[in-house]
């Protein structure tokens, strides 16, 4: 099974998610939105991806840019903004057992296959 964080007025998570369909993968879909992760699920999140937490930040979104942008913030201040503002998390990262990646390019999430 395939965990898919996904936003689905997104087009790169959509596409990323019909690669995954035509692989036949069973994906459990996780609407991050509407369900943000807790700081611990992104910490793990962020070890799978083997990157630090400021990689996985949407760093052109208005909340960032206003609250964050030119702070010196710990790796923990990072993953608890993108827990407060869901919509800072890059999208859309596909899970796979201990493999994880970020989909941009959508093609990407067929690395963990």
């Known amino acids: 099974m395939t965990t898919l964080y996904h936003n689905p007025r997104c087009s790169k998570?959509?596409?990323a998610l019909h690669?995954?369909?035509?692989?036949?993968?069973?994906?459990?879909i996780v609407k991050y939105l509407e369900n943000p992760p807790t700081h611990q699920e992104l910490k793990q999140v962020i070890e799978l991806l083997g990157i630090k937490p400021i990689a996985l930040?949407?760093?052109?979104?208005p909340e960032w840019k206003e609250n964050f942008k030119g702070k010196n913030l710990s790796d923990k201040q990072i993953i608890d903004a993108m827990v407060q503002h869901p919509k800072l998390i890059e999208r859309p990262i596909a899970?796979?057992?201990?493999?994880?990646v970020v989909g941009r390019p959508?093609?990407?999430?067929?690395?963990?296959l």
């Open 13 to 15: 998570s959509r596409e």
């Open 19 to 28: 690669l995954l369909e035509e692989e036949g993968e069973t994906i459990e």
């Open 57 to 61: 930040v949407r760093t052109q979104e």
């Open 95 to 100: 899970i796979k057992g201990t493999h994880a």
């Open 106 to 112: 959508p093609e990407k999430v067929l690395d963990i």
